[in-house]
């Protein structure tokens, strides 16, 4: 859902409804994390990847994705986590040694 709102420009709009669906919902799930990835997206998209807090969406979607062991959510989750770091990090093998190759 939250690639509409990336693709058609309503980044605002989007942010706050995925946040507002996140404040509703109990306990851990792949959709959640699905929605902290769209979180990320969309602000990365309205404000820059490097914007604070950034790592903080990241975490939460590979949190949610470990707590109920979906092995698609997480792959997804650190792919995300993969591309922010290797956008900002300033040695990128450093950061392929340390995020990438654990993550396998």
Known sequence: MWTYWLWFGYLDDGIRELEAALAREDGPS???SA????VFALHS???GI???GMYGYIDNAVAQARAVQDAAAESRALVFDGVQRLFIDLDPFETVVTRA????
């Open 30 to 32: 792949e959709a959640r």
């Open 101 to 104: 190759i654990p993550a396998r």
């Open 35 to 38: 929605c902290w990835l769209g």
């Open 45 to 47: 998209r309205w404000r």
């Open 50 to 52: 490097r914007s604070p």
